[in-house]
């Protein structure tokens, strides 16, 4: 699976973003999707997920509230939109995908990387 991220850039706190994670390979309904996010200096970190199956959307608690993970297996995307963007919300983020059952919030778990789209946002 090759993921290829997009839809970062430079954004106003209280703005709004959407990013896309296009797909390509075997087939993208058979993988749970991730984003994780990561900063200067400082780990990567789990931002949400969404189930291969029902569809369940855990969130880092960071975030929720203010951002949306979906997915569209039709056009192998996986989206995130991120509302009322903070500066702490900067850095660069990454989708994965897993080819488990579940929806891990650990990034070694997950088989497939992108490789990233930077998201700043400005106070």
């Known amino acids: 699976v090759q993921l290829v991220e997009s839809g970062g850039g430079l954004v106003q706190a209280g703005g709004s973003l959407r990013l896309s994670c296009a797909a390509s390979?075997?087939?993208?309904?058979?993988?749970?999707m991730g984003w994780f996010r990561q900063a200067p200096g400082k780990e990567r970190e789990y931002v949400a997920a969404?189930?291969?199956?029902?569809?369940?959307?855990p969130y880092a608690d960071s975030v929720k509230g203010r951002f949306t993970i979906s997915r569209d297996n039709a056009k192998n995307t996986v989206y995130l939109q991120m509302n009322s963007l903070k500066p702490e919300d900067t850095a660069v983020y990454y989708c994965?995908?897993?080819?488990?059952?579940?929806?891990?919030?650990?990034?070694?778990?997950?088989?497939?990387w992108g490789q990233g789209t930077l998201v700043t946002v400005s106070s």
């Open positions: 969404i189930n291969r199956s029902d569809g369940t959307t």
């Open positions: 390979g075997r087939a993208f309904s058979r993988y749970s």
């Open positions: 994965a995908a897993y080819g488990g059952s579940a929806t891990p919030r650990n990034a070694v778990q997950y088989n497939y």
